[in-house]
């Protein structure tokens, strides 16, 4: 299984970013799947979710109004639009994929999923 990351860049405070996420070796339209993020010390965070259908999907108080996740089962690809963006956006942002076939759940905690990409770093200036 491949999750392949891409879309990071630099970027000035209210400047916008589309992440993609391409998956391969696994049933994708069949597995929820998350953007998650890390700075530098501070613990991985919840970003975004989504269900294996796109149809439902959910994003904390703190991105909501700025962050949408959508997902293209038939390009195994997941993405992030990321729009007035903040110097606290700053982060290594990795997509991950749910570890239960079929879950209808979003799960907000890491450990719920099993696969994940190598990370792309955001970097929003001040």
């Known amino acids: 299984v491949q999750l392949q990351a891409s879309g990071g860049g630099l970027v000035p405070t209210g400047g916008s970013l589309k992440l993609s996420c391409t998956v391969s070796?696994?049933?994708?339209?069949?597995?929820?799947m998350g953007w998650f993020r890390e700075a530098p010390g501070r613990e991985r965070e919840f970003v975004c979710g989504?269900?294996?259908?796109?149809?439902?999907?959910w994003c904390p108080d703190s991105v909501k109004e700025r962050f949408f996740i959508s997902r293209d089962n038939t390009k195994n690809t997941l993405y992030l639009e990321m729009d007035n963006l903040k110097p606290e956006d700053t982060a290594v942002y990795y997509c991950?994929?749910?570890?239960?076939?079929?879950?209808?759940?979003?799960?907000?905690?890491?450990?719920?999923?099993?696969?994940w990409g190598q990370g792309t770093q955001v970097t929003v200036s001040s």
């Open positions: 991950a994929a749910d570890k239960k076939f079929g879950n209808l759940l979003i799960e907000v905690n890491a450990r719920e999923y099993i696969y």
């Open positions: 989504i269900n294996w259908s796109g149809g439902h999907s």
């Open positions: 070796g696994l049933t994708f339209s069949r597995y929820a």
